[in-house]
């Protein structure tokens, strides 16, 4: 019995992530987590992280089941996307004052 619902991704590609990843888990044992975003009725886009590990075995180590756990990471990645913005505009500004401290020193 297939454990996997690709209509609940929102683009197949999300699907083949989370598809893969779940295949991993079931084939090795190692658990894994990957990431996904939707949309919501209202427009806005969300964020989730999956992470998803054996959760029975059988005698000889098979994994016989898993287990997922989903979390919303929207704020999260809000502040990751923040925080680049503000570091790329840091960047900009050392690179004028390391261009100005040239000019002086010429």
């Not at 964020?47 to 098979?62: H, I, L, M, Q």
Request: proline share 2%; net charge negative.
């Amino acid at each position: 019995q297939s454990i996997f619902n690709e209509n609940w991704y929102a683009t197949k590609e999300q699907a083949e992530v989370a598809r893969k990843q779940i295949e991993h888990v079931l084939r090795t044992g190692e658990s894994g987590s990957f990431e996904y975003a939707q949309t919501a009725p209202d427009g806005s886009l969300s964020s989730y992280e999956t992470k998803v590990a054996p959760f029975e075995r059988d005698s000889e180590g098979s994994t016989l089941s898993i287990q997922c756990a989903t979390r919303d990471i929207t704020e999260r990645k809000r502040l990751e996307q923040e925080r680049q913005k503000k570091n790329e505009q840091l960047d900009a500004q050392n690179e004028e004052l390391r261009a100005a401290n040239e000019e002086l020193m010429v």
